[in-house]
């Protein structure tokens, strides 16, 4: 690049986290008996200042008057500042060494400060442009440098002049004073830095936004030390994802927008466009035709255990990761499933309703002891096996069948068809995965095979039961009682209605898919899967993808990673390498793994390369997806 752009970098709210007259208040003022009212003062004046609607030198003024600070107060100051450095600028520091004779630090706050903090990133100390204090006797910081340009109202465009920098100017800052500089006609391009605060008026005067130092380098074309701006990245959750997970991702920098409620196909398909990270929960339909018109999305988090909702081969074939949570919400089922066997067992949903009728029913008949009864547990995955060492420790005796061999628990006794099982429970509980070929897996045939009177469970997944045999069971009295959370029509939101013909049927506990809804497990889960997903992301790590070839990559450090993700038919490898050749890429470590319909291949390489071979890479047969990360 030529010598000619310079770079005005803001320093309070822009190079820190944070203004540093707030933070030197809370310091100065620690014992002060009305320090919160002070601070909110400063604050205010400083939040004015910022957004243009009042006198900037005047404000400074007495903003040092109300903080009573010391020069001892300085070095508090500057270790507190050195600890909020904005993450961008942070991660950045090879841009701010690299372009250092361009990178002016602009700023209406105090070299004091300043210098120690920003020096440290390689910025010039002739480069940075701020007040400094005056100090009386007693070592109190009383006042400024009046002379000095930035202490005055329009400040930093009147440094600007003087400067006469030869060339274009860039200013990067959150207030109103550096939008100023470029409606001064003395910078090029302001681009309004909005990583920390957002501030609306200098928001709606930008012509340019920078959420990050990265989004800022992106759009110049300069070195970043990320692969792509986080900002451009855009994810979408649906289905009331707890709050947490758009917490972690915005805290990283990625667009996020929510949905309450499910979305239907012909929705989703709508919505998908530009979408890169999709997140649901059990209720949305990810579909071939989905991802049809799904153009940016490289990964679906199930922010939940079961993935039967997901076209995982569609997804597979698209190049799109799906990552759920396998384990976040298991306790929070088994202990649904333990409730309900033993309210079951006591008729407690019968009794509770009579009393609420003002009906004094006391008597034993119809109600056992869970104890030393036969619990059938079907599908004894981890789901299955947690409940079966909770039963165990109530005293039940444990059955379980599975269509695959499974580390027995405790005492659990292993049956080897379904039959056996069934013939034996005293209650019989589904905690079956949802793939296709389990539809009406239970249905009129297993039903009859029950134990007259036994009590039945389903909280895995709506198909897998036919409704019909079912409820024919239960008006028949073959079954005695049902608790059913699971339904093969779910309403898409809260406020839509719930139609079922097991409404209304005596000793049937009825709830809207809740096995998993605990906040314990949506915090768990909110907290999983975004961390999966942005490992994914930042280092190609597909550790426990349900589709996808799973790889634990190393750390990515000081090298570029080239991901490629293809069709795994012969030879691809072979022309990824040829490729690598041909651009004399000097490859650090390859790692690949495949499975029948897609090939993984992870190129880790020496920093300096030719860039065609980016081009070259995306141009393989049978490529599918392509991206470079570092
Ligand atoms: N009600 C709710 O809110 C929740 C429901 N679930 C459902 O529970 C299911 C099970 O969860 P996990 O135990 O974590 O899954 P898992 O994958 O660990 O266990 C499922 C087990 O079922 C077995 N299985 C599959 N089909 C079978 C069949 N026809 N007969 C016998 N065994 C069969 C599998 O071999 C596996 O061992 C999930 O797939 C999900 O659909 C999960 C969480 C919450
Ligand atoms: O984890 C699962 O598979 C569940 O069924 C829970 O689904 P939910 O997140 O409550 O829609």
Redesign the pocket.
């Known amino acids: 690049m030529s010598k000619d752009k310079y770079f005005i970098i803001d320093f309070d709210s822009t190079f820190t986290q944070v203004e540093a007259l707030d933070e030197l208040g809370a310091i100065s003022l620690q014992n002060h008996p009305e320090r919160e009212r002070i601070l909110e003062q400063v604050k205010q004046i400083t939040d004015s200042a910022m957004a243009g609607s009042s006198s900037f030198a005047e404000g400074l003024a007495k903003r040092l008057e109300l903080l009573q600070a010391h020069q001892s107060h300085l070095p508090l100051l500057i270790n507190r500042l050195k600890e909020r450095v904005s993450e961008s600028i942070r991660r950045n520091r090879d841009f701010l060494q690299e372009y250092a004779d361009q990178i002016l630090i602009v700023s209406s706050g105090f070299k004091e400060f300043i210098t120690p903090i920003v020096t440290e990133y390689g910025i010039k100390e002739e480069n940075i442009y701020a007040n400094t204090f005056h100090v009386d006797a007693q070592g109190n910081l009383t006042g400024f440098d009046k002379e000095n340009l930035l202490s005055l109202d329009k400040g930093k465009i009147k440094l600007l002049e003087q400067l006469a920098l030869p060339g274009d100017v860039y200013v990067l800052g959150d207030g109103y004073t550096d939008y100023e500089i470029k409606e001064a006609g003395m910078a090029n391009k302001f681009y309004a830095f909005t990583e920390n605060v957002v501030r609306d008026s200098v928001v709606a005067k930008a012509e340019h936004i920078a959420p990050s130092l990265d989004e800022f380098l992106y759009q110049n074309k300069l070195p970043m030390a990320i692969s792509y701006p986080k900002n451009r990245i855009s994810v979408l959750l649906l289905e009331n994802v707890h709050p947490q997970a758009v917490e972690l991702f915005r805290r990283e920098g990625y667009q996020v927008e929510t949905v309450s409620g499910a979305l239907s196909e012909e929705e989703l398909c709508e919505r998908i466009k530009n979408v890169s990270i999709l997140g649901i929960r ?1 209720k949305t339909h990810v579909t071939r035709k989905v991802l049809e018109h799904a153009n940016r999305l490289m990964c679906v988090g199930a922010f ?5 909702q997901i076209d995982l081969d569609a997804c597979l074939e698209a190049g799109i990761t799906v990552l759920n949570a ?2 976040s ?2 306790r ?2 088994v202990e ?1 499933a333990l409730g309900e066997i033993i309210i079951l067992s006591r008729n407690v949903l019968d009794k509770s309703s009579k009393m609420h009728q003002g009906k004094w029913d006391k008597s034993a008949s119809g109600s056992f002891e869970v104890r030393d009864k036969k619990l059938g547990i ?8 947690q409940l079966s060492v909770l039963a165990e420790a109530m005293g039940m005796e444990v059955y379980y ?4 061999e ?1 580390l027995q628990l405790g005492n659990a006794r292993k049956c080897n068809t ?1 039959h056996e099982l069934l013939e034996k429970a005293d209650y019989v509980t589904l ?5 296709p ?2 539809k009406h ?1 239970f249905g009129a045939e297993e039903f009859a095979t029950m134990k007259e009177g036994a009590i039945f469970l389903n ?3 709506g198909h897998v039961v036919d409704l019909q045999a079912l409820v024919a069971s239960l008006k028949s009295g073959k079954i005695s009682g049902a608790g059913i ?2 339904f093969p029509e779910e309403p898409a939101t809260n406020s839509d209605p719930f139609e079922s013909e097991l409404r209304d049927l005596p000793n049937v506990i009825l709830t809207p ?5 605990t906040s314990e497990a949506q915090v768990n889960i909110a907290n999983f899967v975004p961390n999966r997903i942005m490992d994914y992301i930042n280092s190609g790590n597909t550790y426990g993808s349900v589709n996808f070839p799973n790889l634990q990559l190393p750390e990515l450090k000081n090298a570029h990673r080239l991901i490629h993700i293809h069709a795994n038919v012969p030879g691809v490898l072979a022309n990824i390498n040829q490729v690598l050749a041909k651009n004399h890429v000097n490859i650090l470590g390859q790692y690949l793994k495949t499975n029948e319909r897609v090939g993984y291949v992870i190129t880790d390489i020496d920093k300096a390369y030719d860039k065609q071979v980016v081009n070259d890479m995306k141009q393989v047969p049978h490529t599918i997806k392509f991206r470079i990360l570092y």
Do not use: F, Q, W
Request: proline fraction near 2%.
């Open positions: 059990s939940c255990i079961g993935t039967n396998p384990y919400n298991t929070s089922v649904l079907v599908g004894y995955g981890n789901i299955g096996a069948y599975d269509v695959v499974k379904l905690h079956v995965d949802g793939r070929e389990n897996m909280l895995s997944r959370d699971v898919h809740i096995g998993g809804s």
